[in-house]
């Protein structure tokens, strides 16, 4: 997986990662494979899907209860932007089933361990920055928005769905948040897997991400209306369909990656 470089060895300049063409075909056929390998390793896949799914439901239950209803949604647009960290070990479970190496339990979570002391928390740091812009912007739309219609800051389901205001916060804050999402789409699509397979820093992961994004864009765009789609849809039986879609899309994140960087 990651090479290592011999002591006392010269160092050399890492060769720029190289972004190949995909197709919209190969977006499908990554979908495919995806769930080919939760098939072939499904516990590890129902394992990962379970915390992604209870953490859904941990802040769905907070935000009810502190009677904050009308940040669900867009909290609710915001999660997969958690899911990708959460699917590291998934990445290593399609990596050692492509290789036929030895699956198990230590070798998966090991991998997931052993990031802390690399380049993912600084990616990590990229994303919460992204996701820290998502809610000010929320906020600020729905003070504007509401506070000029007389509901105030503070807005629950009722006024996001039964008001005209709410709606139009609810329009507003979805080609706001669409922005802001492609964008953090753009630099992380393949980055994160592009991390745990290789010893490069994070910023060429981002940058590297951005132009396999743009290079294919229609396919890019393909995969992020899939993912959006079945995160969607899953998170609609209070979030236990994740337990099923984050696992096949991992997966299927890893084929991606494999599919549009070229080998080393």
């Known amino acids: 997986m990651n090479a290592q470089v011999q002591a006392g060895a010269p160092a050399t300049p890492a060769a720029r990662p190289v972004v190949r063409s995909i197709s919209v075909d190969d977006v499908y056929k990554s979908v495919a494979q995806g769930w080919r390998d939760f098939k072939a390793a499904p516990r590890y896949g129902m394992f990962f899907g379970a915390v992604y799914a209870l953490g859904g439901m941990a802040i769905f239950a907070l935000l009810w209860l502190m009677d904050i209803s009308g940040w669900i949604l867009p909290l609710a647009a915001a999660f997969p932007l958690v899911g990708p960290f959460v699917a590291i070990g998934l990445y290593e479970v399609s990596r050692r089933l492509e290789t036929g190496e030895p699956l198990g339990w230590s070798e998966v979570l090991g991998v997931v361990w052993r990031e802390r002391e690399r380049q993912m928390p600084s990616m990590a740091f990229v994303v919460l920055a992204g996701f820290m812009i998502w809610t000010w912007a929320a906020w600020l739309l729905g003070g504007v928005v509401l506070a000029s219609a007389g509901h105030g800051a503070h807005f629950d ?34 980055a994160i897997p592009m991390l745990m397979d290789r010893d490069v820093d994070y910023v060429t992961a981002l940058v590297t991400s951005f132009r396999a994004t743009t290079s294919n864009l229609v396919p890019m765009l393909t995969w992020a209306a899939v993912i959006a789609a079945m995160s969607a849809a899953a ?11 984050l696992p096949v899309l991992g997966h299927a994140t890893w084929h991606i990656y494999r599919k549009v960087i070229a080998p080393q």
């Open 157 to 190: 389901l009722d006024v996001l769905f039964g008001t005209r205001a709410g709606l139009t916060l609810l329009v507003m804050g979805t080609l706001v948040g669409g922005v802001i999402a492609f964008v953090l789409f753009a630099v992380t699509v393949v």
């Open 235 to 245: 998170m609609v039986p209070f979030f236990l369909g994740l337990i099923v879609a």
